[in-house]
């Protein structure tokens, strides 16, 4: 069954671009009018994110969100088993000399990035900078998509650490004299037990991790923004925002408000690439008193 599943995925890959567009536009008028996945929740996520729309606006960016995450999951594929060097996507890197810059002054460098589409290709990281290349993971509980994932991720050089290890791997590259940069998806929802620190993001009170400045401090390095762009379907833009150099001069929670600041200037900008149908707001009620 694995096999035949490897091999249907294999065949899927290497459809031409146009056919793949029309795929994914199929799958994604199966989500939203036929399957209606998780469709309560992105219009709920919406409608807390822009409530000055009108519900004909929000299901607008709903439907085109359903395009942008069947492209998401059919550019995994292609990057899992198609092995010309870009597949037909396109990645624009607008600004790399940011990136070589720190590199080349010994500066390591956090990579903070959103549940925007497509974070996924910054696997092409080390192709455009000299860094030695790091990327924090939680392994999956299905071992086909965790081995799928980590294909795809690993697939131009980029070292994969679980979440526990990460630290460690960083430290280690800092004293043997290696400049990193690790990949950071930032934006996940702390659990129940940890909701400690909360900021605005979007109009809404939003409980945060705090992972991304905690590590800059500790190891003096920069932090840089990922923004993405999609001026068309399959062809993402890359620009690289610095937040600091230096971390450690900055007061508690400074950096996760800066890059939370700079993620939903491009939220706003093309709602439709954020990841909507998790619950992003689902800890709200249980927001206590916090000194930060």
């Known amino acids: 069954m694995t096999y035949i599943l490897h091999t249907f995925l294999w065949l899927m890959a290497h459809f031409?671009?146009?056919?793949?567009?029309?795929?994914?536009?199929f799958l994604a008028f199966l989500n939203w009018h036929v399957v209606h996945y998780r469709r309560k929740v992105v219009l709920a996520n919406l409608q807390k994110a822009f409530p000055e729309k009108t519900l004909k606006e929000r299901k607008r960016i709903a439907q085109k969100f359903y395009v942008q995450l069947c492209d998401y999951l059919l550019g995994l594929v292609r990057l899992r088993y198609n092995k010309s060097p870009m597949n037909n996507v396109l990645v624009i890197h607008k600004n790399p000399e940011l990136l070589q810059s720190l590199c080349e002054r010994g500066k390591s460098c956090l990579l903070a990035m959103g549940h925007y589409f497509n974070w996924e290709y910054t696997n092409t990281a080390p192709l455009i900078c000299s860094f030695q290349v790091v990327a924090a993971y939680s392994p999956l509980e299905s071992k086909f998509s965790d081995e799928m994932m980590t294909r795809c991720r690993t697939k131009h050089g980029v070292?994969?650490?679980?979440?526990?290890?990460?630290?460690?791997?960083?430290?280690?590259?800092?004293?043997?004299?290696?400049?990193?940069?690790a990949l950071m998806v930032a934006d996940q929802s702390p659990t129940v037990n940890n909701l400690n620190h909360w900021i605005t993001f979007m109009g809404q009170d939003t409980p945060v991790f705090t992972g991304v400045e905690n590590i800059a401090k500790k190891l003096d390095q920069a932090v840089v923004f990922?923004?993405?762009?999609?001026?068309?379907?399959?062809?993402?833009?890359?620009?690289?925002?610095l937040i600091t150099e230096q971390a450690i001069d900055k007061a508690p929670l400074e950096i996760t408000r800066q890059w939370y600041a700079e993620l939903e200037k491009q939220v706003r900008q093309q709602p439709e690439l954020y990841l909507w149908s998790h619950r992003r707001w689902k800890h709200q009620d249980k927001k206590k008193l916090s000194p930060l």
């Open 226 to 241: 990922l923004k993405i762009k999609l001026p068309k379907r399959f062809v993402y833009e890359y620009e690289y925002a």
């Open 16 to 25: 031409p671009l146009w056919m793949l567009k029309g795929l994914s536009s």
């Open 159 to 181: 070292q994969m650490f679980p979440l526990k290890e990460v630290y460690r791997a960083l430290v280690k590259y800092q004293k043997e004299g290696k400049p990193t940069m």
